[in-house]
């Protein structure tokens, strides 16, 4: 891992110096999103090697929240820099998602309120 800081020094000096303060926040996204990815990257490497629950579960919310997190930054990054439109990107069905999610919830408080 110490061999990385120098390169990774090197590339963030040049990254200081090249990139215009305008232009922060879509650098800030991509270097985000790349963090997002290492950790998604991680997350896959060590999903060949596993054998207790804990770590399987471990490794694939790894996995689930760099991919995210990768996607996310990449999509920031492109509105920031107007490659993409701002307006929010909508998903096929996601209304029915919010609502069947919402009902998931209530279901689940009812259940944990006649528990307890």
């Given at each position: 891992?110490?061999?990385?800081?120098?390169?990774?020094?090197?590339?963030?000096?040049?990254?200081?110096?090249?990139?215009?303060?305008?232009?922060?926040?879509?650098?800030?996204?991509?270097?985000?999103?790349?963090?997002?990815?290492?950790?998604?990257?991680?997350?896959?490497?060590?999903?060949?090697?596993?054998?207790?629950?804990?770590?399987?579960?471990?490794?694939?919310?790894?996995?689930?929240?760099?991919?995210?997190?990768?996607?996310?930054?990449?999509?920031?990054?492109l509105k920031?820099?107007?490659?993409?439109?701002?307006?929010?990107?909508?998903?096929?069905?996601?209304?029915?998602?919010?609502?069947?999610?919402?009902?998931?919830?209530?279901?689940?408080?009812?259940?944990?309120?006649?528990?307890?």
């Open positions: 891992p110490c061999e990385f800081v120098i390169p990774g020094a090197i590339i963030g000096y040049v990254l200081a110096k090249v990139v215009k303060m305008t232009q922060m926040p879509q650098m800030v996204g991509l270097l985000n999103g790349f963090g997002g990815l290492a950790a998604a990257l991680a997350g896959l490497a060590t999903a060949f090697d596993i054998s207790e629950l804990v770590e399987q579960i471990e490794t694939e919310l790894a996995i689930f929240i760099g991919a995210i997190t990768f996607f996310g930054s990449i999509i920031a990054c920031l820099a107007s490659y993409m439109p701002s307006r929010p990107i909508m998903l096929p069905l996601s209304k029915l998602f919010e609502h069947s999610n919402a009902c998931g919830d209530r279901c689940a408080d009812v259940g944990i309120y006649c528990a307890w």
